[in-house]
């Protein structure tokens, strides 16, 4: 999703902080650093540009035609029940945390199974929720790791990975919801990918099973239910590094279906024969990743979603025929969460665009209707104003073409626009076009335009594009940044010489080296939980993930790795930094440890640069609380105001 950076879109409503003798007092989980004070009347100016919703589709119900969502209406994302198209959204669950995934028991649907982390720190733990009672029983251990696990097909059972053996490898356990003591370890994983469950066999007697090792590359297994048994299905060691993204077991059974690259520069959905493990090929006319899919519950029908330059497509395919049917056409925007109920009629997803929020619809595939099941508040703000994206490319040093998307305020702003480039994390991510919540006030009250670029090492544009910033590539990313700013020179709307750039986790990182790198040709910079040394981040990032980033990074224990790390460090390189620095940062954040910032922001400050520093002690890998976020966007107006409009 687009942001200005990873906390500043998040989605909710409430009041804004009491002011105090005419500004607004932060929280006192927060520790604030060379922020002015934040007047109580700017807080009240931009109130309404906070009081966005969205909503996320977790479940339909087993038997009637009734969700789970979620949405946040205090402070955090819960879970909500809703009945129908447009009803009541009624709150069930009340943290101060927010709840993460949520799945109905697959029978009755007497009950549902959550989870939910503490401060942002990750290490979520799985609940049962009993719906007659409102009791809430623990299932997990209480400190480890765990995903949120999948039901199996009676409903019995679910599977999950936790790491609680020894706090990095995810191993495969199995529960029965309704026991809590029925928790057992079924299989040990090792090695230095990450594992995930993806599906059950119809008779509940395997698993499907993944080992992800890099973006590039992952395999599948199939785990036997009793023995814990793993067989791999996809051998390592070809010529051609493959990728395998989501998987499904068919209703007979007999075969799978998965999105992968193999073969192929994008995700393709295909079907796997598990007998003569042969991939039969489903989108070949479809040159773009296949981003979800889902399997109604007769095995006739394969929703999926494709992104086309950003923009999500949904399609329809008959399994028995292998042609699309018709599917409706959509908003353009970004599709996900796609779901079938297990009437095999209705599908539910996710739909957010330039000019709403992320709400709730369901499509009849039998008669072709959607229904709108959330409409998300928008804080009074006409939204229909809101500006659409602009695909704009640029060619960078080595000419292969980067692009990215503008959004441009309105007509009555004249003159050139001062800009903000606000870098994705990932690296592996994407910008794509959707709604752009607060960041909407920068364009529509401030005049700012936005760029939102894909440099190379993003996801969406081929594998091999995904590939060019890995290990000692890393500067030709940053050299993308650089070509950017040479084409925000040629456009005559844009003003160069008042320039921003932000972004969060490793869009965090590259606000760092642009600070660096470019500090006469941008004006401030406004990195979120971003890395400040690739040495020391991946010294300190939790040990679960840390062979991930390694594949994406480089191994920071090879000398000659490390000393090119080094090299280009941001903290190594601050003292090129002359240009004011706004650091944000979650104390719990498990990925990007909170000494990232703290050792950036103690080396620039010795340059004499004004710098703001803005921790909460109660977040994690960017702010999900909405009074922090509040404050967060706040501080963001006034450093904009200060340093990048004048």
């Not at 720190?121 to 009791?135: A, I, K, M, P, V």
């Not at 709108?372 to 703000?381: A, F, K, P, Q, V």
């Not at 009250?445 to 590939?467: C, D, H, Q």
């Not at 909460?616 to 967060?632: R, V, Y």
């Amino acid at each position: 999703m687009l942001a200005m950076a990873a906390a500043v879109t998040t989605l909710a409503a409430a009041a804004p902080p009491a002011p105090t003798a005419g500004v607004v007092a932060p929280g006192e989980n927060l520790v604030v650093q060379g922020v002015p004070p934040i007047p109580a009347a700017l807080a009240e100016k931009v109130g309404r540009y906070t009081e966005f919703r969205a909503a996320g589709l977790l479940d339909w119900h087993p038997e009637r035609k009734e969700i789970l969502i979620e949405t946040r209406f205090a402070d955090t994302w819960q879970v909500h029940h809703v009945k129908m198209p447009g009803g009541a959204r009624r709150q069930i669950t009340f943290f101060p945390d927010n709840v993460g995934t949520a799945r109905y028991e697959p029978e009755r649907g007497d009950y549902f199974v959550f989870s939910k982390d503490t401060g942002g720190n990750e290490f979520s733990q799985n609940y049962r929720y009993d719906l007659d009672t409102g009791d809430i029983t623990l299932l997990t251990d209480g400190t480890s790791q765990n995903s949120s696990g999948v039901w199996s097909n009676q409903g019995d059972r679910i599977a999950y990975t936790s790491t609680r053996r020894n706090k990095k490898d995810r191993d495969f356990y199995l529960v029965n919801p309704r026991d809590p003591k029925s928790d057992r370890l079924l299989a040990q994983v090792e090695g230095t990918g990450s594992w995930g469950i993806a599906d059950w066999s119809p008779d509940d007697t395997t698993l499907l099973a993944g080992e992800y090792l890099s973006i590039n590359e992952s395999y599948l297994y199939l785990c036997d239910t009793r023995t814990g048994k793993m067989t791999i299905l996809t051998p390592k060691g070809g010529p051609e590094k493959v990728s395998y993204g989501a998987g499904l077991f068919s209703k007979d059974g007999k075969g799978l279906y998965v999105t992968t690259d193999l073969g192929s520069e994008f995700q393709r959905l295909a079907y796997l024969d598990l007998a003569t493990k042969k991939h039969t090929f489903l989108t070949t006319h479809i040159p773009w990743d296949v981003d979800d899919f889902d399997l109604s519950e007769d095995g006739r029908t394969i929703a999926f979603v494709t992104n086309e330059e950003g923009v999500g497509v949904l399609h329809l395919l008959d399994t028995r025929t292998g042609k699309e049917k018709r599917a409706p056409k959509l908003p353009v925007g970004t599709i996900s969460g796609i779901r079938w109920h297990k009437n095999s009629r209705d599908l539910g997803f996710q739909l957010v665009s330039a000019r709403s929020a992320s709400d709730i619809y369901a499509l009849d595939t039998r008669t072709g209707k959607v229904d709108r099941w959330t409409e998300s508040e928008t804080g009074g703000l006409n939204t229909a104003s809101f500006p659409d994206a602009e695909l704009v490319r640029w060619k960078s040093f080595d000419d292969r073409m980067i692009s990215g998307f503008l959004y441009k305020p309105p007509a009555r702003f004249t003159g050139k626009r001062p800009v903000v480039i606000n870098i994705h994390g990932g690296p592996e991510g994407q910008a794509r076009p959707g709604f752009l919540g607060r960041n909407n006030y920068y364009l529509n009250e401030l005049g700012v335009a936005l760029v939102f670029p894909n440099v190379r090492g993003s996801s969406g544009y081929g594998k091999t594009f995904l590939t060019l910033d890995n290990g000692m590539k890393r500067e030709d990313s940053h050299k993308d940044i650089g070509a950017l700013l040479d084409w925000v020179k040629t456009r005559p709307d844009l003003d160069a010489d008042r320039i921003m750039v932000t972004g969060g986790s490793y869009g965090g990182y590259m606000a760092f080296v642009s600070a660096t790198l470019f500090d006469d040709r941008i004006r401030c910079s406004l990195p979120v939980v971003g890395i400040s040394n690739l040495v020391t981040f991946l010294e300190n990032t939790e040990s679960y993930r840390r062979d991930l980033r390694r594949a994406e990074y480089g191994d920071e224990r090879d000398p000659a790795m490390r000393a090119f790390m080094e090299r280009i460090a941001p903290v190594n390189n601050a003292q090129k930094i002359t240009k004011p620095l706004f650091v944000v940062q979650g104390k719990n954040d498990p990925r990007v440890p909170y000494t990232e910032a703290e050792q950036m922001v103690a080396t620039v400050r010795k340059n004499n640069t004004p710098v703001w520093f803005l921790m909460a002690n109660d977040e994690g890998h960017g702010f999900a609380k909405k009074k922090n976020i509040d404050f967060q966007f706040y501080a963001t107006v006034l450093f904009l105001q200060e340093y990048l409009l004048k």
